[in-house]
């Protein structure tokens, strides 16, 4: 089986899967475990940086491209 990143939850007692996945006896597992909120601050970090990266290719210096612009 390859690979698979799953996410979870630890209920205070168990490891809990967030969606079903069969899992076969006995297969390996590597856990991971996150600081609370960190995968939403990692997130809200790229959400950030994508809005600079766009915001910096459709500036307002940017030129206005008409249809006839675009070569086919």
């Known amino acids: 089986m390859p690979a698979v990143s799953l996410r979870a939850h630890y209920d205070g007692k168990a ?11 006995g297969s ?3 856990v991971t475990v996150l600081e609370r909120g960190s995968v939403d ?8 940086l994508s809005a600079r990266g766009l915001a910096r290719a459709y500036g ?5 491209y008409s249809s006839e612009d675009l070569i086919p």
């Not at 490891?15 to 006896?25: G, K």
């Not at 601050?41 to 950030?48: C, I, K, L, N, P």
């Open 28 to 30: 390996q597992l590597l």
């Open 15 to 25: 490891i809990r899967l967030d969606e079903p996945f069969e899992l076969r006896a």
């Open 60 to 64: 307002d210096s940017e030129p206005e």
């Open 41 to 48: 601050q990692e997130r809200s970090a790229w959400m950030d």
